[in-house]
């Protein structure tokens, strides 16, 4: 066997339907008495009720790709309320914001993630100040707990859950060529792509299937744990250029740019597009995800996700700023057909 380096996170996972009921058990576990809950109006009431008391403000302004000025503005709700936790419950948004408090004041966070973006499980934080998005990765960055209440996830429509979980597909895509790719991340991805290939037709069908909603939030966490444990390549990048420069939806654009990395990608992984396929029950792992989008009604266009024609030279250019790795190496003409094909809502080449 190929030597490897695996280390493993030490988030604290609770899993299951109702589990939110467990947030006042789980505060007293963390020693905590006062919480900034971080959640929309959707969540909102749910939580405190669950928090048993123990809420002592709400911020209602995540967003997406952590503004720095709304941490700050977050950061003063917390100080002013001398809250010694943060409490998550949203969207890949909301749980963003919670890491990006603790980076500044390293107080303990529960995450309650209601999408299947991941970051929960992650220690990395990318924020955006001035039009440019910055990554970065830390211990203290690392929610302590998380929570996964399958309930929560009912409500997230059809269209977002397919995009969502697609999103979460890509963090075990590229782990499963990353670099620094072991046993065990691999036996996760593949088991996180299977789990959502098979939960996303189910939702479309019928968002109420708590069955199919169940089998999706298992598949995100799995794929969460790849995207923290091994590094990502082109697909991430490609994506936080995006996102940063265009500020296009996260879980869209992922789910409109990774069939085309993928087919890229492919021809330097043969390993990882194999297992890709297997776990998708299709023969060719690029054009079987770009076909299950497709099926599901998921927008494969970056120009119907707001994204300018003149912006494809600019992230060709930004995409080679800092040097990063891909299996297969690539150059500014590269991308530049890539997601031109991608812009244009081609399929991949
Ligand atoms: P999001 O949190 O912005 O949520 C998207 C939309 O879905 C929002 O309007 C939200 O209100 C709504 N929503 C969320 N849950 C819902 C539910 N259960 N029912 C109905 N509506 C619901 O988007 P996202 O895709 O979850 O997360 C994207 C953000 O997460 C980006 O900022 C991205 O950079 C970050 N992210 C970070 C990491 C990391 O490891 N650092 C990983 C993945 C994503």
Redesign the pocket.
């Known amino acids: 066997m190929t030597p490897f380096v695996y280390t493993g996170l030490p988030t604290r996972v609770v899993f299951g339907s109702g589990t939110m009921a467990q947030l006042g058990a789980e505060l007293d576990r963390l020693g905590c008495r006062r919480a900034l809950l971080l959640a ?1 109006r ?2 909102r009431a749910a939580a405190e009720a669950a928090a048993d008391g123990r809420v002592g403000g709400v911020f209602e302004d ?5 503004p720095v000025e709304v941490t700050e503005r977050a950061l003063s709700m917390l100080r002013a309320i001398g809250a010694d936790c943060t409490i998550a419950v ?7 914001l919670g ?1 990006a408090i603790a980076l500044r004041t390293d107080l303990p966070q529960i995450a309650v ?7 929960e ?2 220690p ?3 924020q955006t100040e001035n039009g440019r ?1 910055t ?1 970065q990765r830390g211990a203290k ?1 690392l929610p302590e707990t998380v929570i996964y209440d399958v309930d ?6 059809p269209a ?1 859950s397919v ?2 979980g697609i ?1 979460a597909m890509a ?1 075990a895509v590229e782990a499963l060529y990353a670099q620094a790719r072991n046993p065990v991340t691999s036996l996760m991805a593949e088991e996180g792509i299977r789990a959502l290939g098979r939960a996303l037709p189910r939702i479309v069908a019928d968002p109420a299937d708590v069955g199919a909603r169940s089998d999706a939030l298992y598949g995100a966490w799995l794929c ?1 744990i790849c ?2 444990a091994v590094g990502m390549a082109l697909h991430h990048k490609l994506c ?1 250029v995006l ?1 940063g420069s265009f500020g296009l ?3 869209e654009t992922h789910s409109a740019i990774l069939p085309h990395v993928l087919a890229y990608n492919a021809p330097a992984a043969p390993d990882a597009a194999a297992r890709i396929a297997a776990a998708l029950g299709k023969t060719d792992a690029a054009h079987g995800l770009y076909d299950l989008a497709v099926g599901l009604g998921a927008p494969c266009a970056l120009k119907d996700l707001g994204m300018p024609e003149s912006g494809i030279d600019e992230v060709a250019l930004l995409s080679m700023k800092e040097s990063y790795w891909n299996p297969r190496p690539f150059d500014e003409e590269a991308i530049r057909k890539l997601v031109g094909r991608v812009w244009a809502g081609l399929p991949p080449d």
């Open positions: 929309g959707r969540h995540a967003a997406m790709h952590t949203g969207g890949g948004s909301a749980v963003g890491k993630p209601t999408t299947y973006a991941g970051s499980m992650t990395i934080l990318g998005k990554t960055i929560l996830t009912l409500s997230l429509p977002l995009t969502s999103n963090h969460g995207l923290g936080h996102g939806p996260h879980a």
